[in-house]
């Protein structure tokens, strides 16, 4: 994407769609680009938003799995959720607000956006910290292997960090250990294991196989897995904040 758009710019919209619950500002119809001679790129031109309406959230196929898009969308909000942006963008923009309130006051009702729009930038920053990022299903029945299982259910694609065991015991994750069907992950750079982030009603899974040497490579003193506790690291690709859930 960063070849033929502004990713700055086309991540700095999906933000403020985001933001204002303006996807319809998304949609083909809305969405236009400008080409920039000057950078050879094309950049967004929105015509209409209907922002503020269904207190909605724009959908992940905006960002393309690119992620170029996906880190300058997360520049963005971080910029935009900070409590100081709104009360700049309220100062500049309330004496005209107010100013067509009692212009159209006879015709219309035009409630302030304001407090609305700080419960979304409360929505987005808790977005960025989901409770639970993955589904994670393992099965320690198998003599050599721990088997696991898991799928992203978070909007933005994740990279899969590694599995703590028990609390004493962290490996890295591995693509060799990927068994199967590779449908739920996304290209990475450097062996990153990117998760795909669900479609409309699909989630999508993908095996892990570990060797149990692995494990006890690790911990000479693990005896066998029964009753341990496994979880499993990931963090939204382009933020540093790594979470832990916990595998069932």
Known sequence: AGAIFDTAQYGTLLALADW???????SWVNLRFYYNPDTDLLEPIVASGQPLLVNGRISSAYFYNDSDVQQA????????????YLDQLQADLDPQLQQLQRTLQAETDLTPPWETLRQRQTQLQQSLAPN??????????????????????????????????GG???LQANPAWIQGDTSALLPGTDGAIILRPPATDTVYFVQFQI???????????LDGLTGIEINIATQIVGLPNVQLTPAR
């Open 20 to 26: 204002w619950d303006a996807a319809d500002a998304l």
């Open 73 to 84: 969308y997360l520049t963005a909000v971080q910029h935009l959720t900070q409590p100081d």
């Open 132 to 165: 639970q990022p993955i589904l994670a299903y393992f099965d320690n029945t198998h003599a050599d292997t721990l088997q696991i299982n898991l799928a992203s259910v978070y909007n933005l694609p994740l990279q899969l960090i590694g599995f703590d065991i």
């Open 168 to 170: 004493a015991t962290f």
């Open 211 to 221: 060797p149990i040497l692995e494990i006890q490579r690790l911990d000479s003193e």
